[in-house]
């Protein structure tokens, strides 16, 4: 039976006595808590939680948590085979690389060459990690429920989260009412509402919090931002931002499968006819394997059978638990955009897209957000394309091609800043005025060997400040899920940011929100 987190909260409370723990943040900055590592549990542990404890093999990792341990078994499993592949590329000293793709747009094959002496040092220290957390992974007690791991065991000073986007603001919000410090992958949540009770709840606990956008804490975006700092494009009025998903990674733009209830002989062969043939032919009775427990997958999202279609990780595609691609990338490219020109809350919103059915994100979508001026900056005009969609290609890029993976263009007054995903291989254009310009001034502290994960669990210690916390991933993902809004809204929409508030289309403040299921309110 689904616990509320108010109950839960209220059981823990009776049966812990207190925690045992106490947070580092109570201690202060001026004092060592009695171990300087940190008891770490994580949720999700399937996935990206699986690299998320690569990162933190330093630490010491006291409980793991994950609703098919089956699925995730196989990802500690490939640890093996893991590190015995950066063991080849580090005797060999060789490291594989894609050139950049030809003037028609077509992708090279990967090519060799050696490593550089960054490249190896970092590959023996990814090794040596993997090797920690095969080693600690035995040891390290393991539950299905998170309610039960934190309300049982009382040793965990920090939690990492990395579960299906829907089930990540219950969760962070039950270990920061603990006291516990919460690294929760990105996006930050499902829906906007969401968001902002996080930014609340980390405000009201002080406790360490990190968005899992890990590009936030390499060099590369760094120095992106600090080009636009430095001036060298100057006002920025036009931003555009773009990635391949959900191309080749997981289903969008399909049907919920269920049985048709017209004959398929009597359906036409137009597209509803097809759409309706689709749905039924992936329609089956299914039972979750036994290691899934399908309904604490579900958590707060409303109920749905089961289907191999929507576990593992194609879940992300589907409106009742991810936030699509715009969830999945907007936290690792619409990041430095926001960060270098203090963007804030949007005034317009429009989205439009391939077909959307309202319940599988559709194959494309182009997002436009109205940005008004802040101080001395402009107006600025933001446009995300995902599914293949590409902006118009600058005459500076001469024969150079996007990167079609994902990418961006800040167009100034006086030249454009091209990334990639993550922020990486910031560059002037046109390349007279990188060459000229050389590098920006450097005025943002660099992340100790750019480990997102330990720079939080550094904070959690007080030793230091998360790179991306919630003050700031919330307002990031909360600009990402907007286009979400509107795309499910299938209109343009005006928002008062400071009320949280659609202001032209009042229906569409519904989709701001989400009525947890039974039971799993926050």
């Known amino acids: 039976m689904p616990v509320s987190r108010r109950k839960f909260m209220s059981n823990v409370a009776v049966t812990g006595a207190g925690l045992t723990v106490v947070p580092r943040h109570v201690l202060g900055r001026g004092f060592e808590a009695p171990s300087d590592t940190l008891n770490v549990a994580a949720v999700g542990v399937g996935g990206q939680g699986r690299s998320d404890l690569v990162n933190l093999s330093t630490q010491n990792i006291v409980a793991l948590c994950d609703v098919d341990w089956d699925y995730a078994n196989r990802g500690f499993e490939s640890l093996d085979r893991d590190i015995k592949t950066q063991q080849t590329r580090l005797d060999e000293n060789m490291v594989e690389f894609r050139p950049p793709a030809s003037a028609r747009g077509e992708e090279q094959p990967l090519q060799k060459r050696a490593m550089t002496s960054l490249e190896r040092s970092r590959t023996a220290a990814q090794v040596d990690a993997m090797l920690r957390l095969k080693e600690r992974l035995p040891g390290t007690k393991r539950y299905q429920d998170f309610r039960e791991m934190l309300d049982r065991q009382k040793d965990i000073d920090a939690v990492v989260i990395a579960t299906p986007d829907h089930m990540h603001a219950t969760i962070a919000l039950a270990a920061m009412d603990l006291g516990k410090h919460v690294y929760v992958q990105k996006p930050l949540t499902w829906s906007v509402a969401e968001a902002r009770a996080l930014a609340k709840r980390a405000r009201e606990t002080k406790v360490a919090t990190q968005m899992g956008n890990q590009g936030h804490s390499w060099d590369d975006a760094r120095t992106a931002v600090e080009y636009v700092w430095a001036g060298a494009i100057g006002d920025v009025r036009e931003i555009h931002i773009w990635t391949n998903r959900p191309l080749g990674y997981w289903p969008q733009g399909v049907p919920r499968p269920e049985r048709s209830r017209t004959p398929l002989d009597q359906l036409r062969w137009n597209g509803p006819g097809v759409i309706a043939r689709i749905a039924n032919a992936l329609a089956g009775d299914y039972a979750p394997p036994p290691s899934l427990a399908w309904d604490l997958f579900l958590g707060a999202a409303p109920h749905v059978d089961y289907h191999p279609i929507y576990h593992p990780f194609n879940w992300r595609g589907w409106v009742d638990w991810g936030v699509g691609a715009i969830g999945d990338m907007g936290a690792h490219l619409i990041d430095h955009s926001m960060w270098a020109l203090d963007l804030g809350y949007p005034t317009t919103i429009e989205t439009v897209s391939t077909p959307f059915n309202g319940v599988s994100f559709p194959h494309a979508t182009m997002t436009v957000y109205d940005f008004p001026a802040r101080g001395n900056k402009p107006a600025s005009k933001l446009t995300w394309y995902d599914g293949g969609l590409l902006p118009p290609k600058p005459i500076e890029m001469g024969e150079e091609e996007f990167n079609k993976g994902g990418g961006a263009l800040l167009v100034g007054s006086k030249g454009k800043l091209l990334h990639e995903t993550y922020g990486a291989k910031p560059r002037l254009l046109p390349k007279s005025l990188h060459d000229a310009f050389g590098r920006p001034p450097q005025k943002l502290a660099r992340i100790p060997n750019e480990n997102h994960e330990m720079?939080?669990?550094?904070?959690?210690?007080?030793?230091?400040?998360?790179?991306?916390?919630?003050?700031?991933?919330?307002?990031?993902?909360?600009?990402?899920?907007?286009?979400?809004?509107?795309?499910?809204?299938?209109?343009?929409?005006e928002y008062d940011g400071a009320n949280m508030r659609v202001t032209n289309v009042p229906d569409a403040n519904e989709y701001l929100r989400r009525e947890p299921r039974q039971g799993w309110s926050f």
């Open 455 to 493: 720079n939080w669990a550094e904070a959690a210690k007080g030793k230091t400040e998360t790179s991306c916390p919630f003050e700031y991933a919330a307002r990031l993902t909360e600009v990402m899920l907007l286009g979400v809004v509107s795309l499910r809204a299938g209109r343009k929409l």
